[in-house]
């Protein structure tokens, strides 16, 4: 869907721009994760089991850690990846707590998180016509975001929602 300024009675469109690296989309996004998701940075570039995870995250209002991937552009393997992630989440708890609690100077305990609200979370300017599939089945823990750059030093997050009629 196109952009537009308003110019007194006149639109104009706003082009989209390229993000020229992933890290860019990472950056931006690590930046200002109250703004955009609600959520607590608490780490980049988590190594664990020969993973990485781009940005660990805590939502404070479901008490859960949150998985933060990018993607430059479309990509093949985003669903097995955000499962695979949350494997390693549910399997090495403590190692996510103690990442937690080393990076935020704050303590939390397992016995804090609702590791049943975990989810993981792909921010991408395109994804493909599967990825936006399996989200319609309910109650998957992973979410999709298209993050568009516009000309004039915009940024739009828009969250992809699955249609109202939902694969049980």
């Not at 020229?20 to 990472?26: A, I, K, N, T």
């Not at 955009?36 to 805590?58: P, Q």
Request: charged share 30%.
């Amino acid at each position: 869907m196109p952009l537009f300024g308003i110019d007194k009675n006149n639109l104009k469109e706003i082009k989209e721009k390229s993000f020229d690296l992933e890290r860019d989309v990472q950056r931006i996004t690590e930046s200002n994760l109250p703004e955009i998701f609600g959520y607590k940075f608490v780490s980049t570039e988590v190594y664990l089991n020969n993973l990485r995870i781009d940005t660990l995250a805590f939502d404070s209002e479901t008490n859960t850690f949150i998985i933060i991937e990018y993607k430059k552009d479309r990509n093949l393997s985003v669903i097995d990846q955000g499962y695979a992630y949350l494997a390693l989440l549910l399997n090495k708890k403590a190692d996510f707590i103690l990442e937690y609690n080393e990076k935020t100077n704050q303590t939390i305990k397992r016995g804090d998180v609702d590791w049943s609200q975990s989810k993981v979370i792909f921010v991408s300017p395109r994804f493909t016509t599967y990825q936006k599939g399996a989200i319609e089945f309910r109650d998957l823990p992973i979410e999709l975001w298209e993050v568009k750059k516009y000309e004039n030093n915009t940024i739009l997050y828009n969250q992809l929602k699955a249609p109202n009629k939902r694969i049980n």
